[in-house]
């Protein structure tokens, strides 16, 4: 982050380090009065574009989740990061970070632990805080989840969530009875996450606590797609894997149906909401010529993604992840439906009745108990899930199935093994997921970086922030030209009066009236107005647009309803 923007982020109150008090603790942060009202409102957005608009509903889960969850999720075992500790200092870094800083590797995070120590080996890498060797020393898997103890005592094991959407999995058994049982449908929530990073850094854009606002977007993977012709003429800039394997910076830039058509994107709803996420994007002032797609390589795929593009913002010379699109396929509800107490199916039903051939069995339990003991059980429902997998491994006059590593044969005759015509009304399906996954501190710190200027006004320097008035923290600053004759009385006024209106604002009589607009634009207040003499007499006041400087006069009587308009880009300042 540039020593300017530090500097505005603390001056301004956008957001500085927690808990600086006591000394602070690395990877948390506070917003201050502006960055939190940024921050809602770059929210309130994504649940617009991605809630409203898109008929799909929220809840909030808790965000503390117990041990099981987790580990019917694969996080216990996957959800790692490559940690690598000095010998002399003690201190712990991310070996893959180590990597990418002081080599040309980009992507370490995609490379094999053991290829990681042969790259420190290979450059004789030290340790970035007191300059000791790393040579030699192991790489390993680090899990990132805060554990806790739920109750007194030894009480239940249980985890602070490192994302928001194992809360939207484990609810689907209920969640889907509100969709009444209706394909696609999606699921969002905005909350926070934790992740005990071994190395936060760069502000808001590697932290232990963040906010994450996320859509579950459920749908059948053999039924219609989305309607990409809303979507048709937005075109994507992407980087798929065989150009990042090609050691280029070539990007394709492609509409949804074309990336679909020439077979960069695979599936449909990817990219629907890849084409969603950039117009979001856009909306709420990331730089789109500092903005691309890209696509994740095989070695750096999550255990649950079979696909998935990150959005990135280019910050300081470096890529940065603001979102991922992610094919998910059944993974999650699959896992959820074998370890957990419910029912993670959705039941489709067909236009008509149809007939079809069953494999069933009906094994002799009198034969597998005595044979097997406590494994008949077992054997039974293996025998069970073959058939409905492999009819022909039921020709040969015995059948072999396997539990828990070790195969058990079966004399054909006592599994009861038959095929039947059953006419059927539907099928149960375990749905795919698709999620769009955003990082919400790291999409503030982005359009902060981007939106940060420096121009000359009246022979002055300026530092002004651009953001679109739909997230900027304030709407309007409301100054009088100076405080007497009434003027600071009638701003007052007008600034309650604005402030009822549902309108951001603030009042300001402090200093000459061109610095108190330096003072607005520098937190990217786009409108300011200002009571004068000549308003006393006819009832306007001089309105003012942060990025122009421009002014114009306008009448009292329907500002609010103007400035609500500007804010939401239903009309111009020029139109005025």
Not at 197 to 209: D, G, Q
Request: aromatic share 8%; charged share 30%.
């Amino acid at each position: 982050m540039s020593e300017e923007l530090s500097e505005l982020a603390r001056r301004r109150g956008f957001f500085f380090q927690a808990n600086e008090a006591y000394g602070g603790v690395a990877g948390f942060y506070t917003y201050g009065p502006e960055g939190a009202a940024l921050k809602r409102n770059v929210e309130e957005t994504w649940r617009d574009r991605f809630v409203t608009r898109e008929g799909n509903m929220e809840i909030d889960s808790p965000t503390v989740t117990p041990e099981p969850v987790f580990r019917a999720s694969g996080h216990l075992d996957d959800f790692d990061d490559m940690l690598v500790e000095c010998p002399e200092c003690g201190e712990s870094h991310r070996a893959d970070h180590v990597v990418e800083d002081n080599t040309d590797v980009e992507d370490a995070e995609s490379v094999p632990t053991g290829e990681v120590e042969d790259l420190i080996a290979e450059h004789d890498l030290v340790c970035p805080d007191c300059g000791a060797s790393l040579v030699g020393q192991p790489v390993e898997g680090f899990n990132l989840m805060f554990e806790t103890t739920i109750g007194p005592g030894s009480g239940q094991a249980g985890f602070l969530r490192p994302e928001t959407a194992q809360g939207m999995f484990t609810e689907f058994p209920r969640l889907k009875e509100y969709a009444r049982n209706q394909l696609p449908f999606g699921v969002a929530q905005v909350g926070t996450g934790y992740r005990n990073e071994i190395s936060p850094r760069n502000a808001l854009l590697r932290t232990r606590e963040f906010t994450m606002a996320e859509l579950e977007h459920f749908v059948d993977p053999e039924s219609e797609g989305p309607d990409l012709d809303r979507v048709a003429d937005v075109e994507l800039p992407l980087y798929p894997v065989e150009a990042q394997q090609a050691d280029g910076e070539e990007y394709v830039h492609l509409t949804p149906h074309e990336a679909l058509d020439e077979g960069v994107v695979a599936g449909e709803w990817v990219a629907y909401f890849l084409a969603r996420s950039k117009q979001w994007f856009e909306r709420v002032g990331v730089d789109m010529d500092r903005f691309r797609f890209r696509q994740h390589l095989p070695g750096e795929l999550a255990h649950y993604a079979s696909d998935c593009w990150d959005a990135e913002g280019e910050v300081g010379g470096d890529w940065v992840e603001l979102e991922g699109v992610a094919s998910r396929t059944d993974y999650d509800l699959s896992k959820h439906e074998k370890h957990a107490d419910d029912n993670f199916t959705v039941f489709q039903a067909y236009d008509e009745p149809k007939t079809v051939e069953r494999a069933t069995v009906d094994p002799e339990m009198s034969y597998l108990g005595p044979e097997f003991g406590g494994d008949a059980a077992d054997v039974a429902d293996a025998l069970a899930d073959l058939a409905a997998r492999d009819r022909s491994a039921f020709d040969d006059d015995t059948v072999t199935v396997e539990v828990d590593g070790e195969e058990y044969m079966i004399p054909a005759e006592k599994t009861g093994f038959e095929v039947a015509e059953e006419t059927e009304s539907g099928r149960h399906i375990v749905p795919h997921v698709v999620e769009p996954a955003f990082g919400v501190g790291r999409a503030v710190y982005t359009v902060l970086a981007h939106r940060y200027d420096t121009d000359e006004v009246d022979g002055e320097t300026r530092d002004v922030l651009r953001l679109p008035a739909e997230v900027a923290p304030t709407t309007v600053g409301v100054f009088p030209l100076m405080d007497k004759d009434g003027m600071g009385e009638t701003a007052r006024d007008l600034a309650a009066d604005l402030r009822e209106a549902g309108l951001a604002v603030t009042y300001d009589d402090s200093g000459n009236i061109g610095r108190r607009y330096r003072r607005q634009d520098e937190v990217g207040t786009p409108y300011c107005v200002t009571v004068d003499y000549e308003g006393l007499e006819d009832g306007t006041v001089t309105l003012r647009d942060r990025d122009t400087t421009d002014q114009t006069r306008v009448e009292l009587d329907g500002l609010a309803e103007l400035l609500g308009s500007l804010r939401d880009g239903e009309v111009s300042f020029e139109e005025l």
